[in-house]
């Protein structure tokens, strides 16, 4: 993992001071809450339903056991005892006092924590897959590009005041599970003829009022040159992004409306003048963050572990959680562990402090300290030897974090809705929660296969509604809940955005629509067709016969 | 319809209802109930001063049903507010009543 | 309204001239990119100092091979959210090469005059009721930075290498 230096250290330490005389001022009354508000809002600290919501970087998802400790902490200490990972990769607790974040956010500075830039008008966390480091197809570790990004895009001088919010993923496996066609810059790692990694570079994908895929704007853009071009990329946003009207500053817009050719013309232009300057990343300084994410010291294992084939035969719901939640690892005798914040009946992605200091315990037994967060809400043990497998799943159960439902109806994305967040216009969580429940017969879970539900409470699609195989989007209709259903969303490198299938459901109906769909799916699937193939291939017609009945 | 004035407090973001005596309260049934528009401008006028004197942040006012004791807000959104978060009964002044 | 000019508190030689007023005889005279535009002629032939104030919208690459002429670009701010002029000071020092004042004006926060020095500028416009000490605070707040660009600043990345 990366750890900090003297020099990241003192920049967060500088920044909790900073904003502890902002707080004083507030509270003193000399600021007020114009003036205040984008000061909060530049350290994560928004206002919400109940109360101030803390929203905590973790950078490109990774996670150490002190750090999840310090998490339970604040959570126990601060807030409720609970937070909840966002698909973002953050982590965000509801019930913050304003007058205790100062010194929330030096307790998270201790373990090299911060919310700087997880809101605003500015780069957001850098997100990449959750596999990143043990994934056996990647081609190199996306992290040391993630951190990269991460100094280069933290309080950059130029870059604090944009258009509007900026979000950059980074992938470097052919399946993409870091989503990064629907980002505002997509980073994908490639081989060229050379035998040289470099990145393909998308702009202009995401999602909100008006989802786009994004669009190729280079190829091949060698490594060295990878911070030269984003500033490219961010200079002529910042300059032609419009910002007279908030829902069109996106800088999706800016390439639609400018055209992707031309955008891509302006972006080369800038960049022939700055590419050789001083952003070139100098192989060494490559290296140099490389290093931190060298691999664990793993043992030398065989691929076949025969006590935890054993523990498969005998154990039917070992077994299936193994199917479902663990994934191959690129170390032989090792593996990737999901930990599933999708119970039947529960929120997804809450997480109490109890099970929060659990996991980080299990971590620091079975995977090197590690715990990585999913963009899809969910936790990831990242080096477990198969040989632990077993015992690491006996301990999960009790905590309610073996569901296994990894990829299936159940492991729902969910934005807060309308119980939480202020802007929203329905309830989501409910939803999902009910969803869970109609679909907790593991045996119907299983025989519908993979499957993407995700929900959000507003148009701002925080739960990635469009790019759900199915999709749900909580609206409000004269004062009642209604929920719009769209299908045939994915965001992987097949990526592509939901369509509407027709009017919406009431808060009472729309768990069985949702109903209705899986089981017309499953009446008319091909033979080991996942429910994204069938939908390309059939299309909207029979889904719709079977939710609007004549 | 009979209105009260909601706000967020300052020093901890907590829901608040504006009660008979100006001052900031927990509860929706402790809150004053403006029954009339001039009544409701009133209130607003006052939680408006105490914005700001920076004790509270954007201070509104909702529709509410009164029903004897018991008052409840007309939207989801203030039900919620009022409340806490349907999904977490355990939370919120919905867990202290 | 104060002005700060290389971290000290100045008076203000300068006329931000409007678009009808009558060209002054050898004052300091700002003007508007309109005004440029028009008379060009007469403001270059007047002989005094010239200074050029430019809207958000208006980037100085449209101004770039005028540059010997002014001895002060004014960048605006309409709204402390709308950043456009960080670049535009940028490309002013780094790529045309602009030796004068860049000063920011309009809705200049306090908690954004380091972000502005970096990008280049060097005078601000603040309202402030203690100039300096409040720009004192502001630039020392936070001591260490990733990017570099051309204030000169040294960067985290040349402090680890200085280090070793
Ligand atoms: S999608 Fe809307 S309701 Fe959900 S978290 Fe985002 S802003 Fe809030």
């Known amino acids: 993992m990366y750890r900090y230096d003297e020099f990241d250290r003192r920049l967060v330490d500088e920044r909790v001071e900073q904003f502890r005389r902002q707080v004083k001022r507030r509270l003193d009354g ?44 604040i959570g126990r200490r601060y807030d409720k005892g609970y937070g909840h990972f966002t698909t973002r990769q953050n982590l965000q607790f509801h019930w913050i006092k304003l007058e205790e974040t100062p010194d929330i956010l030096a307790e998270l500075a201790e373990v090299e924590m911060h919310g700087i830039q997880t809101s605003g008008n500015s780069f957001r966390n850098t997100t ?15 992290r040391s590009y993630c951190e990269i990004i991460r100094q280069w895009s933290t309080l950059h001088p130029e870059f604090s005041f944009l258009p509007r919010k900026f979000k950059i993923a980074v992938t470097t496996t052919p399946h993409d599970r870091a989503a990064v066609k629907v980002h505002d810059i997509g980073l994908r790692m490639l081989r060229n003829e050379a035998g040289e990694n470099g990145f393909e570079v998308m702009v202009g994908g995401g999602l909100g009022r008006t989802p786009f895929v994004g669009k190729v704007i280079r190829d091949f853009l060698p490594k060295q040159h990878l911070l030269s071009y984003l500033e490219a990329i961010l200079r002529v946003y910042n300059q032609l992004g419009r910002r007279d009207n908030l829902f069109k500053a996106r800088i999706k817009i800016l390439v639609q409306q400018t055209g992707t050719e031309k955008f891509a013309k302006l972006v080369e232009e800038e960049w022939e003048q700055i590419k050789d300057g001083a952003l070139q990343l100098p192989r060494e300084e490559i290296e140099r963050i490389a290093s931190y994410f060298a691999p664990p010291s793993y043992e030398e294992l065989d691929a076949q572990v025969p006590e935890f084939e054993a523990k498969i035969a005998e154990n039917p719901d070992f077994q299936t959680w193994v199917k479902t939640n663990v994934f191959p690892h690129k170390q032989p005798g ?42 899809r809400q969910n936790l990831v043990l990242p080096y477990v030897k198969r040989a632990d497998l077993y015992s690491l799943w006996e301990q999960l159960s009790p905590l309610g ?76 209709k004269a004062g009642e809940e209604f929920y719009q259903l769209t299908l045939g969303g994915a965001a992987d490198e097949d990526a592509s955005l939901g369509k509407v299938v027709g009017p919406g459901f009431s808060g009472d109906e729309i768990v069985d629509a949702v109903e209705t769909v899986l089981d017309t799916y499953v009446s008319i699937r091909d033979e080991g067709e996942r429910f994204i193939e069938t939908f390309r291939r059939v299309g909207m017609a029979p889904f719709k016969e079977g939710l609007y009945p004549k | 319809m009979p209105q009260a004035v909601i706000a967020s407090r300052l020093r901890d973001g907590r829901a608040v209802f504006l009660d008979r005596n100006g001052r900031w309260v927990e509860f929706i049934q402790d809150s004053r109930i403006a029954q009339s528009e001039p009544e409701g401008e009133e209130i607003m006028e006052s939680a408006r001063r105490s914005e700001e004197r920076q004790e509270i942040v954007d201070p509104y006012l909702i529709d509410v049903v009164v029903d004897g004791e018991a008052v409840r807000p007309v939207l989801n959104r203030e039900i919620i507010r009022a409340a806490g978060p349907t999904i977490r009964t355990d939370l919120g002044r919905q867990a202290k009543r | 309204m104060a002005l700060i000019v290389e971290g000290k508190l100045v008076e203000d030689r300068w006329i931000a001239l409007g678009d009808e007023a009558p060209l002054p005889g050898g004052d300091p005279i700002i ?19 010239l200074g050029i104030r430019l809207h958000s919208d208006e980037s100085p690459a449209q101004i770039a091979d005028d540059l010997k002429h002014f001895e002060l670009v004014a960048l605006e701010f309409p709204a402390f959210r709308d950043g456009r002029a960080y670049s535009y000071a940028r490309l002013l020092r780094e790529r045309y090469g602009f030796g004068g004042e860049v000063r920011a004006v309009g809705d200049v926060l306090l908690e954004q005059l380091l972000f502005m020095h970096r990008c280049g500028f060097n005078a601000f ?40």
């Open chain 1, 128 to 142: 990449t897959d959750q596999y990143a480091g043990a994934a056996a197809d990647e081609l190199e570790d996306p």
């Open chain 1, 401 to 476: 974090l073996a569901t296994p439902n990894i990829g299936l109806t159940s492991d729902i994305i969910c934005c807060p809705g309308l119980d939480y967040c202020g802007l929203a216009t329905a309830r989501s969580i409910p939803i999902a929660e009910e969803i869970s429940e109609r679909f907790d017969d593991l045996d119907r879970l299983h025989e519908i296969g993979e499957v993407e539900i995700k929900i959000s409470g507003c148009i701002n699609a925080c739960g990635h509604h469009h790019v759900g195989h199915i999709g749900i989007l909580g609206l409000d």
């Open chain 3, 31 to 49: 003007v508007s990119l309109a005004r440029w535009r028009t008379e060009r002629d007469e403001l270059v032939g007047r002989g005094g100092p």
């Open chain 1, 30 to 73: 000399e600021l007020s809450e114009d003036q205040f508000k984008p000061l909060r809002l530049l350290n994560g600290l928004y206002l919400q339903l109940h109360a101030y919501m803390l929203r905590i970087a973790i950078p490109y998802g990774c996670l150490s056991a002190i750090q999840l400790r310090k998490l339970a902490h």
């Open chain 3, 125 to 164: 416009e603040i309202s402030s009721e203690h100039p300096v000490d409040d720009w004192v605070t502001a630039t020392s707040e936070i001591g260490v930075w990733y990017q570099p660009t051309g204030d000169g600043r040294e960067t985290i990345m040349a402090m680890r290498r200085a280090r070793g």
């Open chain 1, 334 to 375: 090792y593996a990737i562990a999901n930990l599933s914040l999708k119970p039947v009946g529960g929120t997804p992605g809450d997480m109490s402090s109890e099970q929060m200091d659990a996991v980080a315990d299990l971590a620091d037994l079975y995977s090197f300290g590690e715990i990585r967060v999913s963009h």
